[in-house]
């Protein structure tokens, strides 16, 4: 693989075979941006991760020049035109979802049938009548303008009192379960206001960056030799390898101690997920600036899902671009793309030096497992509809005035002192009046009731 002593078959092996032991579930981890290049760069390595992560969420953008409110009801609309069926899958919507037990229903009867003394009565009386409208949508056959009716009957209400809706949970009678599973569908839906709305706040503040856009289609197909089985014995070398370096009775002992019945249960394992191995999309993004080197290249990469384990050890080991989050599990479909032809022949020393401290990696993987292996659960894949990092914003068309307003969540264990509090320090019930909608601005989270709002003019 671009010249290096590593073979694509040696790191498929590897990569089933650690899937064997393992599995590996490292947990989610959110990793630190690094400025890394900032020469000549418009935005700081903490508001690019942040467009990046609004813009994998939703996947589509637009721009205009309206006052922010409007900007992000005309962009909210566009959203759910535009991505109206992976909305519906997203809140599990669809026909094939029985509409008695979905996730409206539920907050339907929450919201009639237990006392949220934490709603003012007139904004719960708004959301209830949404309520009605959406669920009238809902038992009625789907119109032709579906996306106008979703958002009409009241998904813009939803979404920016999400947080209000999560903290007022916590009074209804559903057990535990119910709860999480009706929070997870509250903060999904509170996600597509907040990615709006900061994307257009990004855009008017950076609007020579959005204006140097360009959307491009990159594919990378699978060979068909891929698919192809694995030669018998092939394993051996990888398995002989191994037992000189690890202790030989925890590596042979799920095969009776045979080297032949490992390499068969190996590529066997092997051979059962090629139909289905393809490259990831973090690598493709990758891979497409390495082909591109004249482009000039972000540093944070981004999908519509976290990172696996295997993509998160990729890029680390590369060093040239940063993934915002790991799921922390390997997903032994996975391949690195080494067919193809297109890559400047200025890139391969890197990629040759990348790809044997990879697989150098895997063994050392390898070695930690057989010698000690502690199973953990299956990690949530996405994170991206629960993160809660909020940075610095500007927001104008107040009473002709500017306000910069900052937000962050306080620690557990963290409380307000609303009467010893600074002048400059507002608690968030105080500022209603303001109506701008700060729930949009961060995902639902248990200690959302417990925010400050800095606010200077």
């Not at 997870?184 to 990004?202: I, R």
Request: charged share 30%; aromatic share 6%; hydrophobic share 40%.
């Amino acid at each position: 693989m671009w010249r290096s002593n590593v073979t694509r078959e040696q790191l498929l092996q590897k990569i089933s075979l650690l899937a064997m032991l393992g599995p590996i579930r490292d947990g989610p981890k959110t990793h630190t941006l690094k400025e890394i290049d900032g020469t000549g760069r418009i935005l700081t390595i903490e508001q690019e991760g942040e467009i990046i992560d609004n813009l994998a969420f939703l996947s589509y953008r637009r721009k205009s020049c309206n006052p922010e409110s409007d900007d992000v009801e005309v962009f909210f609309q566009q959203i759910i035109e535009l991505d109206f069926p992976r909305i519906s899958a997203r809140l599990k919507l669809g026909a094939k979802y029985p509409f008695t037990k979905s996730r409206a229903m539920q907050l339907h009867r929450v919201l009639r049938q237990y006392p949220l003394t934490q709603i003012e009565p007139t904004e719960l009386a708004v959301l209830q009548e949404k309520s009605n409208a959406f669920l009238d949508l809902q038992t009625t056959e789907m119109p032709d303008n579906a996306p106008n009716a979703f958002h009409d009957a009241g998904n813009h209400e939803t979404a920016t009192q999400s947080h209000v809706l999560a903290t007022a949970l916590g009074q209804s009678l559903l057990d535990t379960v119910e709860k999480d599973a009706l929070l997870d569908w509250l903060c999904k839906l509170g996600q597509y206001y907040k990615a709006s709305c900061k994307l257009v706040l990004a855009a008017r503040r950076k609007w020579r960056l959005f204006q140097r856009i360009r959307v491009e289609a990159f594919q990378v197909e699978v060979p068909s030799e891929v698919r192809l089985p694995s030669r018998s014995g092939s394993a051996l070398p990888l398995i002989q390898t191994l037992r000189e370096s690890t202790n030989e009775a925890k590596l042979l002992q799920r095969f009776r101690g045979s080297e032949s019945k490992a390499d068969t249960a190996l590529l066997r394992r092997l051979d059962g997920t090629r139909p289905s191995i393809k490259v990831h999309a973090e690598i493709k993004l990758l891979f497409y600036y390495e082909i591109h080197p004249e482009i000039k290249r972000p540093r944070v990469i981004c999908a519509n899902k976290d990172a696996c384990f295997l993509c998160d050890l990729f890029f680390r080991v590369h060093g040239r671009f940063q993934v915002l989050r790991t799921f922390g599990k390997l997903n032994e479909r996975w391949i690195l793309p080494d067919w193809l032809n297109d890559l400047p022949e200025d890139r391969l020393p890197l990629l040759k030096a990348t790809v044997e401290e990879f697989s150098s990696c895997l063994d050392s993987q390898i070695t930690r497992i057989l010698r000690h292996h502690e199973r953990l659960p299956d990690p949530m894949e996405s994170t991206l509809c629960l993160s809660a990092r909020c940075a610095g914003i500007e927001l104008s068309g107040f009473e002709g005035e500017k306000l910069r307003v900052h937000v962050r969540l306080l620690a557990p264990e963290e409380k307000v002192d609303t009467n010893s509090a600074s002048q400059d320090v507002i608690p968030l019930k105080s500022i209603r009046e303001v109506r701008i909608s700060f729930q949009a601005l961060q995902t639902s989270s248990p200690d959302i009731g417990r925010n400050r709002v800095d606010i200077a003019e």
